[in-house]
């Protein structure tokens, strides 16, 4: 089992950056991946990106060249760095991590983009 906990959401400009951190109760390592995804209002959550226990990162389309995955495995902590942020990028941000045949969730941070 892992929890997880994010954090670094908020209200920002459209054009701006934040960056998202989910820190893991286990070493990362041990987790096959971990992924972000999101969900805005009154639509499905949707995948933004991932990354393997060997470091690969995958992208939506709609978030490649402007969201960045990455880890500080001391931290047992994933972050999410989104830059040129857009009004439609607005969201409650989920971290998961897929461990075995499990998917565990975070609680979710709210990411507010203005226009």
């Known amino acids: 089992q892992v929890q997880l906990v994010e954090s670094g959401g908020g209200l920002v400009q459209a054009g701006g950056s934040l960056t998202l951190s989910c820190a893991a109760s286990?070493?990362?390592?041990?987790?096959?991946?971990m992924r972000w995804s999101r969900q805005a209002p009154g639509k499905q959550r949707e995948w933004v990106a991932s990354?393997?226990?060997?470091?690969?990162?995958n992208y939506a389309d709609s978030v490649k060249g402007r969201f960045t995955i990455s880890r500080d495995t001391a931290k047992n902590t994933v972050y999410l760095q989104m830059n040129s942020l857009k009004p439609e990028d607005t969201a409650v941000y989920y971290c998961?991590?897929?461990?075995?045949?499990?998917?565990?969730w975070g609680q979710g941070t709210q990411v507010t983009v203005s226009s």
């Open positions: 998961s991590a897929f461990v075995v045949v499990n998917n565990y």
């Open positions: 286990r070493n990362i390592f041990s987790i096959s991946e």
């Open positions: 990354i393997t226990s060997g470091g690969s990162t």
